[in-house]
C-alpha cells in the first residue's frame, strides 16, 4: 500500500478507472489532478518531430507526487510529464500504471508500481481503455483486440515518422 502522498497527477484519457480504484487504497489526504496530453506531429526546418503539450501544471513543491496511467509502452509521452513535474520539485515522483509493456519501450523508463506486465501487441480495451474507434472504455474486465496496424503521419497511432538516413 502507498501511504501519505499528498497529490495524484492522472492522465484523464486512460487512467481515469484504473485511478479511482487505486486512490480509494491510498492513506492520508489526497487531491486529485486530472491531466489531458495533446500529442502533436508537426514538421520544423524540414524534420518531422512529435510534440507533447499539457495543460497548467498544479503547485507540487514538496509535495509527494504519483503520475497514474493505464498503459506504459513506448515511455515518450510520460517521460516528457515527469520531467515536466519534475521542474516543480516535488518532495518525491513515482509513476503507477495498470499495464505495462516493456518491450514496446523507447526510453529508459520503469513505473515505480504496475499492475500486469505484457508483452502483447494487442489492443487492450475495458476498464477505461478504449478501442481504436473509441468505445469499450466502460467494460467491467480488460480484454485484448487484434492491435489494427500502425500507420504514420498526423492521424496515426504510435509511431514517429522515421527519418531518411
Known sequence: MINSLERRVITLDRGFIFAADLVRHLTGPTVCHFVRE?????????HARRE????VR????????????AVL?????????????GES???????????????SR???LEP????????????????GLAAVNGTGRNGRQLSATAAPPRRNGANGAGKRPRRKK
Do not use: C, H, I, N
Not at 495533446?38 to 524540414?46: A, I, M, W, Y
Not at 498544479?58 to 496511467?69: H, K, N, Q
Open 112 to 127: 515505480d508500481y504496475f499492475g500486469f506486465r505484457t508483452a502483447s501487441k494487442d489492443t487492450w480495451v475495458g476498464y
Open 52 to 55: 507533447v503539450f499539457f495543460g
Open 73 to 85: 509502452e513506448s515511455g515518450v509521452t510520460q517521460e516528457f510529464l515527469l520531467r515536466r513535474l
Open 89 to 103: 520539485k516535488p518532495r518525491s515522483l513515482r509513476m503507477a500504471v495498470l499495464l505495462d509493456k516493456p518491450e
Open 38 to 46: 495533446d500529442v502533436r506531429d508537426v514538421e520544423q526546418s524540414g
Open 58 to 69: 498544479p503547485e507540487l513543491r514538496g509535495r509527494d507526487v504519483l503520475l497514474v496511467d
Open 106 to 108: 523507447r526510453v529508459a
